[in-house]
C-alpha cells in the first residue's frame, strides 16, 4: 500500500544553470509524518530542491515521487492541488486584506470546505486572534511569518516545505512556529525544513539531510550529524 512508502522519495535529480549544477544528483527521502531538516552551505542547492519539487523549477532529468504519485516537471499549480505547498523566504500575502481574509484566501487555492472553521482553528494555532480583522499590511514582521506559515496551513497540505520560516524571527514568534509543526505533525502532515538555525533543527526535526554543492552528502540523526566532524566541516566551515 502507499500508506509506508515515504510522502517523498527523489531519485538522481539533476538541474544547472547555466554552468552551475544546483541539482547534481540529489537523492532522499522524506517519510509519512517526519520533520526532516535540510541543511548545507549558501549556494550548496536548497532552495532549488525546494522549487524542483513544488514545480516551479523544472528537472533536467531525476524522478520527483510526491505521495505515490511522479511529479517531475508538472506543473506548480497541479503539485499543489495534489497536497504539496511551501513558503518562501519574503511572506507572499495580500497587504490589503485582514489577516482572516488572507487566510480564506490561501483556502480558496486549496480545499474551501470548512475553510472558515479552519481560518479560526489556525488563528489560535498560531496565536493570531488578536490580530484576525488588522491588515496584512500592519502587522510586525513576525507576525507576517506566522501569517504566512497559516496560509500554507491553510491549503491543507500532506507536505508542507518551510524555507528558513524561523529566520531573523523574534524567539517568540519561533516557538509558536515550532509548536504549530510539531501539533500538525501530530494531525499526520510532513515537513521538509530549510532551517539555519541548529537549535532549531536539533529541537523540532526527526532527521537531517545535509547537502553541499547540489548533492547529498549525508542523513541522520543530528547526534550523528554533529557527532561528524567533516560534516560539520562542511557546514560551518565557510
Ligand atoms: P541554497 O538555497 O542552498 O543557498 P540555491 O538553491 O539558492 O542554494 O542555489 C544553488 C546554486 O544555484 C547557487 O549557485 C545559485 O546561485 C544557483 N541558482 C539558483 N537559482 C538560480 C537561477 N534561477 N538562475 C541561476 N542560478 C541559480
Ligand atoms: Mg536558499
Given at each position: 500500500s502507499q500508506s509506508s512508502d515515504p510522502i517523498l522519495t527523489v531519485r538522481d535529480l539533476f538541474r544547472q544553470f547555466g554552468g552551475?549544477?544546483?541539482?547534481?544528483?540529489?537523492?532522499?527521502?522524506?517519510g509519512r509524518c517526519e520533520i526532516a531538516?535540510?541543511?548545507?552551505?549558501?549556494?550548496?542547492?536548497?532552495s532549488t530542491l525546494f522549487s524542483l519539487?513544488?514545480?516551479?523549477?523544472?528537472?533536467?532529468?531525476?524522478?520527483?515521487?510526491?505521495?505515490?504519485?511522479?511529479?517531475?516537471?508538472?506543473?506548480?499549480?497541479?503539485?499543489?492541488?495534489?497536497?504539496?505547498?511551501r513558503t518562501f523566504q519574503i511572506p507572499a500575502m495580500f497587504d490589503n486584506m485582514t489577516v482572516t481574509e488572507n487566510l480564506l484566501a490561501a483556502a480558496a487555492q486549496g480545499h474551501w470546505h470548512g475553510a472558515k472553521d479552519r481560518a479560526?482553528?489556525?488563528?489560535?494555532l498560531?496565536?493570531?486572534?488578536?490580530?484576525?480583522?488588522?491588515?496584512?499590511?500592519?502587522?510586525?514582521?513576525?507576525?507576517?511569518?506566522?501569517?504566512?506559515?497559516?496560509?500554507?496551513?491553510m491549503r491543507q497540505a500532506s507536505l508542507i516545505l518551510l524555507d528558513e520560516v524561523t529566520a531573523g524571527v523574534h524567539p517568540n514568534i519561533r516557538k509558536i512556529i515550532l509548536d504549530a509543526i510539531a501539533r500538525l505533525r501530530e494531525r499526520g502532515i510532513s515537513f521538509f525544513i530549510i532551517e539555519h538555525?541548529?537549535?532549531?533543527?536539533?529541537?523540532?526535526?526527526d532527521r537531517?539531510?545535509?547537502?553541499?554543492?547540489?548533492?547529498?552528502?549525508?542523513?541522520?540523526?543530528?547526534?550523528d550529524i554533529v557527532r561528524d566532524s567533516e560534516v560539520m566541516q562542511t557546514y560551518l566551515g565557510r
Open positions: 552551475i549544477k544546483a541539482a547534481d544528483g540529489v537523492n532522499l527521502e522524506v531538516g535540510l541543511i548545507g552551505p549558501n549556494g550548496s542547492g536548497k519539487v513544488a514545480g516551479t523549477v523544472k528537472p533536467d532529468s531525476g524522478q520527483i515521487r510526491f505521495d505515490g504519485r511522479e511529479i517531475a516537471g508538472m506543473n506548480a499549480h497541479r503539485i499543489a492541488r495534489l497536497g504539496l505547498a479560526a482553528e489556525t488563528l489560535s498560531l496565536k493570531l486572534d488578536q490580530v484576525a480583522q488588522n491588515r496584512a499590511s500592519d502587522l510586525s514582521g513576525g507576525q507576517q511569518k506566522l501569517l504566512e506559515f497559516g496560509r500554507v496551513v538555525d541548529m537549535e532549531m533543527v536539533r529541537n523540532v526535526c537531517i539531510i545535509v547537502m553541499d554543492a547540489g548533492r547529498v552528502v549525508t542523513s541522520g540523526a543530528f547526534e
